[in-house]
């Protein structure tokens, strides 16, 4: 054999193995499993980062192998783009699902819920303790958060509530103004669909309404029933007269039990006192309270009494609700519950 083909067949063959090796070792990197814990690795990828420098962190601490292949299987993919956030990849995973999970943003979701009813300080405070939730000085207190929505005075029933879904790092600012735009959406699509001749002179009325239907329901079939009451309490010009709205005049003060004298106390939320409605709302409602609150039931009725089970025994007349009284709150049951959050014991 001649001696340049001998040379020929040595470095075809050094080639042959130098190729074979490179797909052995781009398999290796692209198709083994990852060195991960049994139950997956949570890592997070700042905002500017890039794949390259995502795999150099991975590769120091000994979860990537050969990232140059990862490399290259990403920009013949054409997924070298990756989203920031946090990842949960799970046990199993190779680094072509790596590379796949950065590129569509699969990060970590999580959820915060603020609740019917609650009161803005309530919402507040549920988003600070939020998982992952990045706390700024928005979130230190009712005003400041306020300040931050660009909301004059008192910011209650400002933020709808409801389950908001949030990325790792998210703050609490972020999640406010989530919330606010959605009230805002969610109050002005019902004031397209309201009833006519309301005694409401702007939607943030219809809010206040709203909020007190929302503490005043025990149960969900009676809001519109309960809204038309109250409206049509303030058409005869009667006052409103409802617990929850005393309640949250008396603010700190509130101890669990609603006393004669509660009653009498002269705040800009006392309705037994006041004529029409309060300042501003006291709490968040849902859009079911807001829709009733522009589409209160037709009737007659003017009183309402809890029954104890969560509904209410409603009366056209004073004595009728007087009755009522006697017969559901003046001889309670050991079972017994108002419509309201808080107990409202009378002395």
Do not use: C
């Not at 002269?266 to 009733?292: C, D, F, K, Q, W």
């Amino acid at each position: 054999m001649n001696s340049w083909l001998r040379g020929f067949l040595f470095i075809f063959f050094l080639a042959f193995v130098g190729a074979a090796a490179a797909l052995w070792s781009a398999q290796s990197a692209l198709v083994k499993p990852l060195p991960l814990p049994p139950d997956g690795m949570r890592m997070d990828v700042e905002n500017g980062s890039n794949l390259s420098r995502v795999l150099s962190r991975l590769h120091d601490e000994g979860v990537v192998h050969s990232p140059i292949w990862v490399r290259i299987y990403a920009r013949l993919k054409e997924q070298s783009s990756i989203h920031p956030g946090e990842y949960m990849v799970p046990a199993g995973s190779n680094a072509m699902d790596l590379v796949a999970r950065l590129h569509r943003g699969d990060v970590t979701r999580y959820r915060v819920t603020l609740v019917e009813g609650w009161t803005f300080q309530q919402a507040l405070a549920q988003i600070r303790n939020a998982t992952r939730i990045k706390a700024t000085a928005a979130g230190e207190s009712v005003a400041a958060a306020a300040a931050a929505l660009g909301i004059e005075g008192n910011p209650e029933g400002r933020i709808f509530p409801d389950t908001y879904v949030y990325r790792s790092g998210s703050s609490d600012l972020d999640l406010l103004r989530q919330a606010y735009q959605r009230m805002e959406i969610v109050l002005e699509e019902e004031w397209q669909r309201r009833a006519e001749n309301l005694p409401y002179k702007d939607p943030y009325d219809a809010l206040i309404m709203a909020s007190i239907v929302e503490k005043e329901t025990g149960v969900p079939w009676e809001r519109d029933e309960i809204a038309g009451v109250f409206i049509r309490r303030l058409n005869k010009n009667m006052r409103l007269q409802t617990d929850p709205t005393v309640i949250y005049g008396m603010g700190e003060g509130y101890d669990g039990n609603l006393r004669r004298a509660d009653l009498r106390a002269i705040t800009p939320y006392n309705t037994y006192v006041i004529s029409g409605m309060p300042p501003t709302p006291i709490a968040l409602p849902g859009r079911e309270a807001i829709h009733a609150a522009l589409n209160p039931k037709a009737g007659d009725s003017l009183y309402f009494v809890a029954k104890g089970d969560g509904s209410h025994h409603f009366s056209s007349t004073l004595s009728d609700h007087n009755r009522a009284v006697q017969e559901y709150q003046l001889k309670r049951r050991s079972d017994y519950r108002s419509a309201p959050a808080e107990t409202q014991n009378r002395e």
